[in-house]
């Protein structure tokens, strides 16, 4: 059984930048893909970027309000996952949960969903100041 665990967030001025963990233990493979959501109070939990191996290749994922701005990596199955936040906003204040997946996927897609995923960390949270 895979459990997550998240590390990284706090309190940051907007303009600043974090890096965030996800270590996990357990039965971890380098096929499953991971995501990094977040969810702020009153709102849906959204992916903010995801990362796939297909064959070679990595596959990623990130919405329009991440992209130029957050970078997801993994260097291998045994390290964390990392998720750098650059140029930070308030808007970007939520807790930060990081999942992973045993689904198949083909072709090019990376899951995107919450509900694509089946294994949660606990979170972290971040705050931006402004």
């Known amino acids: 059984q895979v459990q997550l665990q998240e590390s990284g967030g706090g309190l940051v001025q907007a303009g600043g930048s974090l890096r965030l963990s996800c270590s996990a233990t357990?039965?971890?493979?380098?096929?499953?893909?991971v995501g990094w959501f977040r969810q702020a109070p009153g709102k849906e939990r959204e992916c903010v970027a995801a990362?796939?191996?297909?064959?070679?290749?990595?596959?990623?994922y990130y919405p329009d309000s991440a992209k130029g701005r957050f970078t997801i990596s993994r260097d291998d199955v045994k390290n964390p996952t990392y998720l750098q936040l650059n140029n930070l906003k308030p808007g970007d204040t939520a807790v930060y949960y990081c999942?992973?997946?045993?689904?198949?996927?083909?072709?090019?897609?990376?899951?995107?969903?919450?509900?694509?995923?089946?294994?949660w960390g606990q979170g972290t949270q971040v705050t931006v100041s402004s």
């Open positions: 357990g039965h971890t493979s380098s096929d499953h893909p």
């Open positions: 990362i796939r191996y297909s064959g070679r290749s990595t596959l990623n």
């Open positions: 999942a992973s997946t045993v689904l198949y996927y083909a072709g090019d897609y990376v899951p995107r969903l919450p509900n694509q995923y089946q294994t």
